[in-house]
Nanobody, 128 residues
Framework: QVQLEESGGGLVQAGGSLRLSCTAS????????MGWFRQAPGKERELVAA??????????ADSQKGRFTIARDRDSAKDTVYLQMNSLKSEDTAVYYC???????????????????WGQGTQVTVSS
């Protein structure tokens, strides 16, 4: 069992930056591929970015390419995954969720159904 906790959300002006963090407790999440998803009001949850177990492979949604960066700190005692978000837009406003899923070491996971564990989410609000 893995428990995930997101932090770093908040209110930011358009063009600004935020860094989200996801820390894990329970079983080490070195064995899991990790992802960030988001859900805006009235919309379905969607993939933002994903990273493989080995931290090498990454996937980004088209609207985030060049603006967001996912990374994982495999040396941290707390096993943390980050989402650096730059040049934020009002359409980035959503609840952001961290997720963990089983996968081969080199594979980033795209689909929601492939993730086994989810955090409670952190609100990101971008004002225009």
């Amino acid at each position: 069992q893995v428990q995930l906790e997101e932090s770093g959300g908040g209110l930011v002006q358009a063009g600004g930056s935020l860094r989200l963090s996801c820390t894990a407790s329970g079983r080490t999440f070195e064995t899991y591929a990790m992802g960030w998803f988001r859900q805006a009001p009235g919309k379905e949850r969607e993939l933002v970015a994903a990273i493989s177990r080995d931290g090498v492979a990454t996937i980004y949604a088209d609207s985030q390419k060049g603006r967001f960066t996912i990374a994982r700190d495999r040396d941290s005692a707390k096993d943390t995954v980050y989402l650096q978000m730059n040049s934020l837009k009002s359409e980035d406003t959503a609840v952001y969720y961290c997720a963990a899923g089983t996968a081969p070491p080199f594979r980033a996971v795209r689909h929601e159904f492939e993730y086994d564990y989810w955090g409670q989410g952190t609100q990101v609000t971008v004002s225009s």
